[in-house]
């Protein structure tokens, strides 16, 4: 009998260590999945959603591969994307906290800034100079031939209208000396033209190449970018057209998000470069183009950059200062200040 209860007694011993055992194990085991989900929880960037804004033309054509990456789940951030085609639609949508980034008019990003105190700052320059001046009036061969003609274009205190009012200006013009008659989009000032080919309009890319490709009497006669440089010479200020701004307060709050846009911003704008072709189906999807010919035709013409840093702060700062010059309203009472500039 003793020996009997003294092997029940071992048994359970031995069942209990095992017992035991098998609870440590469990703890530890717990304990490891639990360490590996901090240490991935730790490694894993933040997911962070950000609404983009910008303008059906030159402007989103440097996001096309991004936004379709975005819709395939591939890009480093979430986005939301909204096109509107009117400066006026984007801005309040800054200014109310509605949007995140916003790529507009340049002169509208140094507007925006005065309307937040300083809430916003620009991040990259996207368009350089894509204004051109189109007509089938065989008249027209030189700035001054503008004189007493009437211009339709579209961007009522924004860069287009900035820009021709500079140059115009710059040849000898008084504001008395010409109409400028606006257009809510490039689309109706193109159908003016069609209409009326004598009439003269103020056209972006790639809306220059699909009005000049439909209407073989039109002719784009003058290069607002050339006719720019003309009147600042060779130490002058380039024509910057789009620039990329972003609220700072969402800059603060998440500068990862900030940093992988322009990553991927920059690579959407060398894809567009390299795939011209894939770049005017995404033109087309988008519905700034009609037609992907035009597209193809266009993309190269439209001077879609990624400029960053101090090229971007000398390049547009040169700019708005041209721009004050000539109506300090364009940029909203006097040019920003360097906290404007990310980065610098």
Not at 299 to 309: A, H, L, Q
């Amino acid at each position: 009998m003793k020996n009997e209860r003294e092997t029940r007694k071992q048994r359970g011993n031995t069942q209990g260590n095992l017992r035991g055992r098998r609870k440590r194990i469990a703890a530890l085991a717990m304990c490891l999945v639990l360490l590996c989900g901090l240490f991935t929880a730790c490694g894993r960037k933040e997911s962070v959603n950000v609404r983009v804004g910008s303008l059906k033309g030159p402007t989103t054509l440097g996001i096309l591969f991004l936004m379709d990456k975005a819709e395939k789940g591939e890009a480093e951030n979430t986005y939301e994307f909204q096109m509107a085609t009117a400066a006026d639609e984007l801005l309040p949508m800054m200014v109310q906290g509605n949007l995140d980034i916003a790529l507009v008019p340049a002169n509208v990003a140094a507007v925006l800034y005065q309307k937040t105190e300083g809430g916003v700052s620009v991040i990259d320059l996207n368009t350089l100079g894509v204004l051109y001046i189109v007509t089938g009036n065989g008249n027209i061969h030189s700035v001054a031939d503008l004189k007493g003609k009437t211009v339709y274009l579209t961007g009522m205190g924004t860069t287009p209208e900035a820009s021709l009012r500079y140059v115009l200006s710059q040849n000898g013009l008084a504001e008395s000396d010409y109409t400028l008659e606006f257009k809510s989009e490039p689309t109706e000032v193109a159908a003016v033209l069609a209409e009326d080919p004598e009439a003269i309009g103020l056209l972006p890319q790639p809306f220059v190449t699909a009005a000049l490709m439909q209407n073989e009497n039109l002719t784009a006669v003058l290069d607002l970018n050339e006719e720019w440089n003309k009147v600042q010479g060779e130490d002058g200020s380039g024509m910057v057209t789009g620039v990329t701004v972003v609220r700072k307060a969402f800059l603060e709050e998440h500068p990862d998000a900030v940093e992988a846009f322009l990553k991927e911003h920059a690579e959407s704008v060398d894809a567009i470069a390299s795939d011209p072709d894939a770049g005017a189906a995404l033109a087309v999807k988008a519905g700034i183009v009609a037609k992907e010919p035009i597209a193809k035709q266009a993309i190269p013409k439209c001077n879609i950059v990624c400029v960053t840093g101090e090229e971007m702060k000398n390049a547009l700062s040169g700019y708005l200062e041209v721009l004050a010059s000539f109506d300090p309203a364009m940029v909203g009472g006097q040019t920003p200040a360097d906290d404007f500039y990310y980065g610098k």
